[in-house]
């Protein structure tokens, strides 16, 4: 049974910094690629940022590259999303993803603001 259980999430200041964490199971973690996508209010959802299951391609979306760093531990089953540089307009529900099979997490909130 495939789960993804997503951690780390919380109230951040603008200019700060947060790790998000997802911690998967059920499946040979490092075959599948893996991604963080985001949900606004009133918004759709919207990919983050997307690693490959070795760890070697990487994609970010415009709106958060050189600021959100993706990467993966292979050994742990786990993939992170670094956070730097946040803005108030990055306030979501995060959520990890496994594209193949369409597999989410719970999702885990990220609130910035002073």
């Known amino acids: 049974q495939v789960q993804l259980v997503e951690s780390g999430g919380g109230l951040v200041q603008p200019g700060g910094s947060v790790r998000l964490s997802c911690a998967a199971s059920?499946?040979?973690?490092?075959?599948?690629?893996m991604t963080w996508y985001r949900q606004a209010p009133g918004k759709e959802r919207e990919l983050v940022a997307r690693i490959s299951g070795a760890g070697f391609t990487i994609t970010y979306s415009d709106s958060v590259k050189d600021r959100f760093t993706i990467s993966r531990d292979n050994t742990m089953n786990t993939v992170y999303l670094q956070m730097n540089s946040v803005k108030p307009e990055d306030t979501a529900v995060y959520y990890c993803g496994r594209p193949v099979g369409s597999y989410w997490g719970q999702g885990t909130q990220v609130t910035v603001s002073s």
């Open positions: 059920g499946f040979t973690f490092p075959n599948y690629v």
